[in-house]
């Protein structure tokens, strides 16, 4: 009993920086249900299971998601243990604004920003959408490019080039579908997909560099 109060004081913080967020989140979903007169179960079940369609459904898209997700985490890990230190202070910046543009695209994935969101509900037309997370990915190029051509940038360059050939799809895809019908999602998707593999290949690549050379500095 001793150890476990000994615990709930040590981890009092810790708790209540996990489950008050957590519980405000809920609480909001519940106000949302109401107002837009919608069940409770839309907003937590399983979309294949509230769809009654096949589970496999997105798969491809669900896989990318948790590619994203582990990019970004892998950025943000690195970003808490380097940013202590003098020598690596910019690669660490570099991480922290890896980390949250990654975080960014994984919402415009996730919830389909870019696709129905901003062009839908907010007015904002996808091509505008599209040229802001270009433009926040050239000024991260321009701002870090120290610290990118110290590292194996290949891979992001493969990474940027398949983003690249997906948005291109994306953009006209009218015209592609018109030429190719259907088959117009395996190169518009499936570009995107090898891009964000590309894409946590070279921060999971980078990072473990980074870590691995400060851990030398260290024993030394």
Same mark, same amino acid.
């Given at each position: ?20 967020p957590s519980g ?45 997700t582990a990019a ?20 660490? @910046? ?9 975080? *960014? #695209?994984?919402? %415009?994935? =996730?919830? !389909? &920003? ?8 907010l007015g904002i ?11 926040? @990915? ?9 610290? *990118? #051509?110290?590292? %194996?940038? =290949?891979? !992001? &360059? ?41 894409? !946590? ?20």
């Amino acid at each position: 009993m001793d150890q476990i109060v000994s615990q709930i004081r040590k981890l009092i913080k810790p708790m209540t920086a996990l489950y008050l967020p957590s519980g405000l989140f809920l609480l909001a979903m519940v106000i949302v249900c109401t107002q837009m007169d919608i069940p409770f179960s839309f907003l937590t079940c399983d979309p294949a299971s509230v769809a009654k369609i096949h589970p496999f459904t997105g798969m491809v898209s669900n896989i990318g998601i948790l590619l994203w997700t582990a990019a970004a985490v892998v950025c943000l890990f690195c970003w808490a243990l380097l940013r202590n230190n003098p020598d690596m202070r910019r690669l660490s @910046t570099f991480m922290l604004f890896s980390g949250i543009m990654t975080m *960014i #695209l994984l919402l %415009d994935d =996730l919830f !389909l &920003l870019h696709e129905e969101i901003f062009p839908c509900q907010l007015g904002i037309p996808q091509k505008f959408v599209l040229l802001g997370y270009m433009g926040l @990915t050239l000024c991260g190029l321009v701002v870090f490019r120290k610290s *990118i #051509l110290g590292t %194996d940038y =290949l891979l !992001l &360059l493969i990474a940027l080039g398949f983003f690249g050939l997906s948005v291109f799809v994306d953009v006209f895809d009218h015209e592609i579908d018109a030429l190719i019908g259907d088959w117009r999602y395996l190169f518009e998707d499936g570009f995107k997909f090898l891009a964000i593999v590309s894409w !946590l290949g070279y921060f999971w690549r980078s990072c473990f560099t980074a870590i691995s050379s400060l851990s030398k500095k260290q024993a030394a």
